[in-house]
Nanobody, 120 residues
Framework: QVQLVESGGGLGQTGGSLGLSCAAS????????MAWYRQAPGKQREVVAD???????NYSDSVKGRFTISRDNAKNTVSLQMNSLKPEDTAVYYC??????????????WGQGTQVTVSS
């Protein structure tokens, strides 16, 4: 079994910055893609940014240029630095990891979610 534990988030101001971190633990052989998703009230969950094991990144148009995703393969962590925050960034943010276990199976895991609220 694999657990993803998120930290960070909370309350930020428009134009300010917040950071999120996510640590994976458990029966991990290798973590492939890691990503951050978010879900605002009344909306579907959407991908914010993702990063491959080799470090290639993709961002949604709504956060491009403002958010930065990074990972540490040795520590099995992924982070999201959020700058120039906007009220529309308010959502629950979820960490996601595609994990290859020691048994050889690949499974998608989710964190429990952390609230980010941006005041105007």
């Amino acid at each position: 079994q694999v657990q993803l534990v998120e930290s960070g988030g909370g309350l930020g101001q428009t134009g300010g910055s917040l950071g999120l971190s996510c640590a994976a633990s458990g029966m991990i052989s290798r973590i492939n893609r890691m990503a951050w998703y978010r879900q605002a009230p009344g909306k579907q969950r959407e991908v914010v940014a993702d990063i491959t094991r080799s470090g290639s990144t993709n961002y949604s148009d709504s956060v491009k240029g403002r958010f930065t995703i990074s990972r540490d393969n040795a520590k099995n962590t992924v982070s999201l630095q959020m700058n120039s925050l906007k009220p529309e960034d308010t959502a629950v943010y979820y960490c996601n990891a595609n994990v290859l276990s020691w048994s050889g199976s690949t499974t998608n895991y989710w964190g429990q979610g952390t609230q980010v609220t941006v005041s105007s």
